[in-house]
């Protein structure tokens, strides 16, 4: 049986098979990828998410070489939002039906770990209906340095606070030499692990990720998916909590200094690489495409690379965007049951957990007027 059978027939891979899948013409991995994802998910259904993004701060101190969107607090238009403009950003999220922020921002040492405690509680005193999952590792990291607390003992008191999950952001690649390369100061590979470890032991939502286009090889990007398989195995079999989903997009270099450094990465290197990981996660039955990297379009094409979920609606998006240079910063509602029923699938509202809250009425948001492409700046 070659690797492709065997990956289909439920064979876990090693890293010389994963390996092989590079050489592999694109659209056999594909087969093999949507074979995996019709045995291991709803065959009929493609899943999205309304939710928002909201950047509570952009002041930052590690300097991503990658990142257009961080300021240091002496720049003009550094920022931290107040809890009240949080709260309208929530507010406006609610008016069109959904019920959970996605809050990541900087690294900024101004903001003692209270602020953060207070935040939350505020925030769950106003809207106890909606989920809080926010604070990527980089952002706990920077806590720890700051307190001299352990991550444990952060993700406590934030889950006590009203925390529900961390988001999946900061690890990239998880190999430290291509991280060294692109953002000396980044988080480290062990401590991205290590954190999202600890968030799991307290039963927190946790997303994993990964962003290709730094210049790494197949050997680097299957080194890192086999360290996602391996914490989820630990978290699966330890904590009874594992990453409920896989989130893969491009790096976006267009106002970075890594503009002419990294050479990003094609539809093409996506799809594969969409593909190698669903083969590669035989323990994480979930993941997306990603429209706000790759288009609408290329999306719709992952739907049969792997994918079974078309992510969320963001309604607003400050980091991706910037670094692309463009303005696709949200989708609407109508916008992703278009292009989830232009593929063939049935929609589905989810939940961050990927349950499944509701079937929505798709004749009725299609004949909605509003306009089918995304606004671009």
Known sequence: MDVLERAVSGERLSE??????????????????????????????????????????????????FCAFYRTKRQKDAYTLSFEEIGRKVEELMAVGGRRILMQGGVNPDLPLDWYLELLRYLKAHYPEVRVDAFSPEEIL?????????????????????????????AEILVDEVRLKAAPARIRSADWVRIMDAAQALGLYTLASMVIGFGEGPKERVAHLLR????????????????????????????????????????????????????????????????????????????????????????????????????????????????????????????????ILRYPDVEAILSEKEPLELPLA
């Open 16 to 65: 010389a098979d994963l390996l092989a899948l590079y050489d592999l013409p694109l659209p056999e991995v594909a087969a093999a990828a949507h074979a995996v994802r019709l045995q291991k998910t709803d065959p009929r259904v493609v899943t999205y998410l309304i939710d928002r993004n909201i950047n509570y701060t952009n002041v930052c101190t590690v300097a991503c070489g």
């Open 142 to 170: 920077g806590l720890e340095r700051l307190t001299g607390l352990k991550a444990e003992a952060i993700l406590e008191k934030m889950k006590e606070a009203g925390l529900d999950g961390l988001p999946g952001a900061g």
């Open 228 to 355: 996602i398989r391996e914490q989820q195995d630990r978290a699966l079999s330890v904590h009874k909590n594992g990453f409920s989903g896989f989130a893969l997009w491009t790096l976006q270099v267009e106002n970075t200094r890594l503009k002419g450094k990294a050479p990003g990465a094609t539809a093409h290197e996506y799809l594969r690489q969409l593909s190698v990981a669903r083969l590669a996660l035989d323990n994480l039955p979930n993941h997306q495409a990603s429209w706000p990297t790759m288009g609408f379009k290329v999306a719709q094409a992952a739907l049969y690379y792997g994918a079974n979920d078309f992510g969320s609606t963001m309604l607003e998006e400050n980091v991706v965007s910037a670094a692309a240079g463009h303005g696709r910063t949200h989708a609407t509602v109508r916008q992703i049951v278009r292009h989830i029923v232009d593929a063939g699938f049935t929609p589905a509202e989810r939940d961050p957990l990927y349950r």
